[in-house]
C-alpha cells in the first residue's frame, strides 16, 4: 500500500510563509489518486484545508482561500501546500490525505507564533 510523508512544517511568525510537502511511496501517485490537506488544532476536530483532483481542479476551505495553493509535481509524487500570510489561527498538525484510498501521513506540525 502506498505511503505518505509529510515534511516541511516549522515555527514561523505570524504574516511569513511556509511550504509543506507530502510525498508518496509510489511513483505517479498523484496521477490517479485526488489528494486532500487536512489540519488538526490542539483540542479540535480534524478539518479540510484543500484538496487537488486529477484533474487539477482545487478547492480551498474559506478560512485558507486566497491564502494557501495546493499543488502536485511533475512527475505525480509529490503533493505541495503553499502556505503565505501565516496567522496563529494555522497552527495545527497538518496532513495529506489519498482521498479515495484512505491513506493518512503522519503529520508535520505548523505552528505560527511572536
Known amino acids: 500500500q502506498v505511503q505518505l510523508v509529510e515534511s516541511g512544517g516549522g515555527l514561523v511568525q505570524p504574516g511569513e510563509s511556509l511550504r509543506l510537502s507530502c510525498a508518496a511511496s509510489s511513483r505517479n501517485t498523484f496521477f490517479f489518486n485526488d489528494v486532500a490537506w487536512y489540519r488538526q488544532a490542539p483540542g479540535k476536530e480534524r478539518a479540510w484545508v484543500a484538496t487537488?483532483?486529477?484533474?487539477?481542479?482545487?478547492s480551498y476551505a474559506d478560512s485558507v482561500k486566497g491564502r494557501f495553493r495546493i499543488d502536485r509535481d511533475d512527475h505525480g509524487n509529490t503533493a505541495y501546500l503553499d502556505m503565505n500570510n501565516l496567522n496563529t489561527e494555522d497552527t495545527a498538525t497538518y496532513y495529506c490525505?489519498?482521498?479515495?484510498?484512505?491513506?493518512w501521513g503522519q503529520g508535520t506540525q505548523v505552528t505560527v507564533s511572536l
Open positions: 487537488h483532483s486529477v484533474n487539477r481542479e482545487r
Open positions: 490525505n489519498l482521498i479515495h484510498l484512505g491513506v
